[in-house]
């Protein structure tokens, strides 16, 4: 919702009933994002129908794994100690639905962490901020200390590529002067 008002929408949030563990294996990281953007796009509509509606998944990927958000902090643990001191890719994918159609894409960042020591590991952890998010961690909050590189676009690795947002709302509705807020960097 911050990201909406900081670039000048207005919105009310409607969580989705999508449960994720249900959706099928998809053939890569980028697939699954979109998967899950979808569903819970169509499943939001449904009770919207003539709103627009915004969804966004975002899943991180190290190797070939998919880290989504922690099931408890044991599984927040192992997720950052594999992201510790490694470059690993952000994909988050935004559906945007309309009056029966919608449109989907992605956007990659990749996402560089130093090492993290095990004392700040385990402070990262019980400040509960890892708990909600893909990849057990929050860029704009407590583990942006954490990264040294980013790749692409910051926003993104929030949750929500403002850029591609907007390029997809420019052709459902009027959206000249609304600004992208630089990172805080």
Known sequence: M???????????VHPSAVDESRLPAASSPRVT?????LAKAQSVAVEYPREIVVAADTVVVVGNEIFGKPADADEARRMLERLSGR????????????EGSVELDAVETRVTMRAIEPQELEDYLQSGDPMDKAGAYGIQSGAGKF????????????GLPLA???????GIMDIRGLKIPAPPF
Do not use: P, W
């Not at 911050?2 to 919105?11: H, M, P, R, S, T």
């Not at 994002?33 to 953007?37: S, T």
């Not at 470059?87 to 559906?95: D, G, K, M, W």
């Not at 990264?147 to 929030?158: A, F, P, Q, S, W």
């Open 87 to 98: 470059t690993h890719s952000v994909i988050t994918a935004v559906a945007v639905a309309h």
């Open 147 to 158: 990264v040294t590189r980013i790749e692409g676009d910051y926003y993104n690795v929030v």
């Open 33 to 37: 994002a979109l998967q899950l953007a």
């Open 2 to 12: 911050e990201l909406f008002k900081a670039v000048g929408l207005d919105c009310i």
């Open 164 to 170: 591609k947002l907007l390029e997809m709302l420019g």
